[in-house]
């Protein structure tokens, strides 16, 4: 009932400061797949009468590509709303000023580790990082537990993860530098020298090793239950959960306002609608099978809480959120100069179809009787 009156009186804003106009509308830019975000967002117009604009953001260009179209709109701003599929990037936005505070009623429940002390952000609707492991290829005996097991001689080329550039990845990566940076950077180097493959993203991951061109790899639980949903032959494994081990990584999808929104009421009222805990009750039943953060919100069996799996990876989203461009620039170079000798290759291969071009066009020339 709070969460209705909440929604409510956010409507009752928005037809107020719009009395007499067009109907309101709210432009939101989304970072969670479209397939996901899209069906939640047409619900909140059917039930609202508001107007959503919605610009998503692409698989391989993941959270990036919005949050620099944020920063470099910061004067002019175009959206009301950023919805996020991690944190991370929404705290260097919220240290980029595009952020305004707001705390939303609909929030009152969530947990205070899922929202800035500062009201600049709110989280929810987890996902976990986890190993998707082939099982037709990997018996059960030989599953992986930890994350260490990417670097193990045994799956030397057979392992695979999104390049940690963007996304829940990136985050990934900053969040171990930020916990212990000597580890990080040992874990990376093994990674490096135990050919794992980079690939685009998380579901491109899960496809590969889906389709058994690899052992296992890094994603998130969202991408795994798309493959289980297709009954492929994989299993999910939450990786270092026990006591002593650094912990199972959970990213919350964040909202923030924007500031100097064109239109702050209905960002308001598209934030507080969003932060019911029947959206994420819904998210968790839907493809997406995000994870609450709240607690007493029904899930189905295939979402596992994290007091189901284990230990919980700390995280200083903070300093996660800080340190974020350093750490993906220091993989980004390690990545790029792991295997000089492919980059030779593919050098060569340019070289090659460049002069084949000329000659071409040598040939043509002659044939034609054209001088130039």
Known sequence: MRNIVVSLFSLIAVAGAQDGKPAPRVTVYVSLDREHSEKVLSQFERETG?????????????????????????????ADVYWNNELATTIKLKMSGVLAPYRSPSAASIPAAFKDAEGYWTGFAARARILIVNTDLVPKADRPT?????????????????????????????????NDEPEARRYFDLLVKNDVTWVTGNSHVMREVSAGRFAFGW???????????????????????????VGVMYIPN??????????????????DWLLRPEIEER??????????????????PHVRRPDQIGKVMPVNWERTGAEWDRWVETLRAKIASANPEAERKLAWIVAGLFLVMVMVGVALKRVTGDPN
């Not at 604009?53 to 698989?59: C, L, V």
């Not at 057979?158 to 171990?176: D, F, S, V």
């Not at 998130?220 to 026990?242: I, K």
């Open 219 to 245: 994603t998130d639980t969202d991408d795994f239950r798309v493959a289980q949903e297709q009954r492929q032959p994989v299993d999910a494994v939450f990786p270092d959960a026990g006591a002593d081990d």
């Open 283 to 300: 998210l968790a039943h839907s493809a997406t099978a995000q994870i609450p953060v709240r607690p007493g919100v029904k899930v189905p």
């Open 50 to 78: 508001i107007e959503v604009k919605a610009i998503y953001d692409t698989e391989a260009n993941k959270t990036v590509g919005l949050v620099r179209k944020l920063i470099q709109e910061k004067s002019d701003p175009q």
């Open 146 to 178: 930890s994350m260490w097991d990417l670097t193990k001689p045994k799956w030397r080329g057979k392992t695979c993860m999104a390049r940690p550039e963007t996304g829940t990845t990136a985050a990934h990566a900053a969040a171990l530098f930020v």
């Open 254 to 271: 964040s909202l923030v306002l924007i500031k100097g929104a064109p239109h702050p009421a209905a960002g308001r009222a598209l934030i």
